[in-house]
């Protein structure tokens, strides 16, 4: 296995022939930083000084034609061919609490959440913990490179994605057209920083659209079994374009003390769906009007499309929301 060394430092680590420099220093208990793990956000940039490697998905966003002129590679699509020397500061936040395993799940379940939005279920061949609002790495057949969804449940034995169909995605298109219960694929996880900060003695206000729902219920149900959340409350926004779109109300309904300190509210940003009794706006628009200045005193989780993301951010922004009380993985 070729061994990555740390200029200037000590450090020094093992990685598989089919790993990557950012995922097996990861499961070496080191802290590289980063948050997609597919080469789009770019968090994982470290610059490659002696050595080979790899590009496992070529021209990826996450790296500029001046990055790679300076030497500069994404340590989530880096895997090495030979001993490598880089440079790069690690940040003791992103060491896991929860290492990163790679290994094989079966799918044993498969649900319908909206016309375009299904729960899969796979049990793993050896039960792994997670932190609600992490994410795993899904490699599916015949798919080239992997893809990265947030679990919806909070168990170790079985993993729960809620996925939103893509039009003409491959890997969705494989998910929601090829895939049977009884087929197996490989799953790597647990990552992400977003994960539900138990100890933080805040009331939550989760934000989601899309398949954002998946992490966010994740969130809400541990927080839901949380000793240490007993008497705190989650509020718990859900966009969508049209009321088709809307969902997640019947699992948060399943908690303990859903209607008092588990509030649902759901919102669409479409005009028409005369009979709709819900918010209209976008996520942003609808979660500063009913908590405006109560945000700053709340832990914010928030999932979704990347434009919901951005208008999120620059709202909490706006508002002086701190940003340690802020917790999304970018995905784009």
């Not at 001046?66 to 090495?80: H, N, S, Y």
């Amino acid at each position: 296995m070729p061994t990555i060394a740390v200029k200037g430092s000590d450090i020094r680590w093992q990685c598989a022939d089919d790993d990557t420099i950012m995922r097996s220093a990861l499961r070496a208990g080191l802290g590289f930083p980063y948050e997609c793990n597919v080469g789009s956000c770019g968090n994982c940039r470290f610059d490659l000084l002696e050595g080979e490697i790899e590009e496992l998905r070529a021209n990826a966003p996450g790296l500029s034609d001046r990055d790679r002129e300076r030497g500069r590679r994404l340590g989530c699509q880096a895997r090495p061919l030979a001993d490598c020397t880089v440079k790069l500061r690690f940040m003791p936040q992103y060491e896991s609490h929860v290492s990163p395993v790679r290994q094989s799940g079966v799918l044993v379940a498969v649900r319908d959440i909206t016309h375009d939005i299904r729960e899969f279920r796979f049990r793993l061949d050896r039960p792994q913990p997670f932190l609600a609002g992490q994410y795993a790495l899904l490699d599916l057949p015949r798919v080239e490179g992997s893809r990265a969804y947030s679990m919806a449940n909070t168990d170790a034995d079985e993993w729960h994605f809620q996925i939103r169909r893509v039009p003409n995605g491959a890997a969705t298109g494989k998910l929601f057209g090829a895939l049977s219960v009884g087929d197996r694929i490989k799953i790597d996880g647990p990552y992400g920083m977003a994960y539900f900060r138990e100890d933080a003695e805040r009331d939550i206000i989760c934000l989601a659209g899309g398949s954002g729902l998946s992490p966010m219920i994740s969130v809400t149900r541990a927080a839901a079994a949380s000793p240490l959340f007993a008497g705190r409350t989650v509020d718990f926004v859900y966009g969508g374009r049209s009321a088709q779109d809307i969902c997640g109300e019947d699992m948060l309904a399943e908690l303990p003390r859903f209607g008092t300190h588990i509030r649902y509210h759901p919102a669409i940003s479409a005009g028409g769906d005369d009979g709709w009794a819900g918010h209209r706006g976008f996520v942003h628009e609808v979660a500063e009007r009913l908590f405006s200045e109560r945000l700053r005193d709340c832990e914010i989780y928030f999932a979704g499309p990347p434009l919901m993301g951005q208008a999120i951010q620059k709202m909490l922004v706006d508002l002086g929301v701190p940003s340690a009380q802020v917790h999304f993985d970018q995905f784009y």
